[in-house]
């Protein structure tokens, strides 16, 4: 089994909708990090929260440390928001990834 | 700061050649991390150094894979010699302190023939 597991693996979406990805992990933990890779492109840290939640601009970051899950929420969808993101433990200084959630959404 | 540097961006090789990826952390960042991307197993950690010194290279799939840190602005990946099973995306990330942001460089495409 994975520490680090994400769901859905893949999502589409039309534009407007409200998106929520979850992230869900095995190992105690520092903090959570939540990145966003574009098709061809590098990788973005979106958030690093390790209590309760964190807003910019349209997304929003919450992390539940006794249930061991956090969920990545879009309000407001747009088609600029199609990528990869991907879910990230530190349970010490490196980084342990989950597979990630492809999200697609359409005009 | 232009943020973490990698080259070459894309790199395309024979089976057997020496290859070397290079990184350029952001200045003050006292952790760099090398990390693989395949569509098979996603991101892994390859090795990852602070102030310079390798600190776990528990990652790092073979002897024919090696990194070095000479200064706290640079740091090399070397695959020698270089197979097919190698084909990947390679980052480089830096962070300031421990357990903070990471900062990732647009990564190297490996493609080894």
């Known amino acids: 089994k994975n520490e680090v597991e994400q769901s859905p693996q893949n999502l589409t979406a039309q534009e407007g909708e409200f998106i929520t990805i979850n992230c869900s992990y095995s190992v105690g933990i520092s903090a959570l990090h939540w990145l966003q890779q574009h098709p061809g492109g590098g990788i973005v840290s979106l958030f690093m929260?390790?209590?309760g939640k964190k807003k910019h601009g349209r997304l929003i970051a919450t992390i539940n440390i006794q249930e061991k899950h956090s969920s990545l929420h879009i309000t407001a969808s747009h088609p600029r928001d199609s990528a990869v993101y991907i879910c990230a433990v530190s349970p010490t200084d490196k980084l342990i990834f989950g597979t990630g959630t492809r999200l697609q959404v359409f005009p | 700061d232009a943020g973490v540097i990698q080259s070459p961006r894309h790199e395309v090789t024979e089976m057997g050649q020496e290859v070397t990826l290079r990184c350029k952390p952001i200045s003050g960042h006292d952790y760099l991390f090398w990390y693989r991307q395949t569509m098979m197993r996603g991101l892994e950690l390859l090795i990852y150094f602070n102030n310079n010194v390798p600190i776990d290279d528990s990652g790092m799939p073979e002897d024919r894979f090696s990194a070095k840190m000479p200064n706290a602005s640079f740091s090399t990946l070397k695959i020698q010699p270089s197979e097919p099973r190698d084909s990947a995306v390679y980052f480089c990330a830096s962070s300031p302190l421990r357990n903070t942001e990471a900062f990732f460089g647009q990564g190297t495409r490996l493609t080894v023939v």
């Open positions: 929260l390790s209590s």
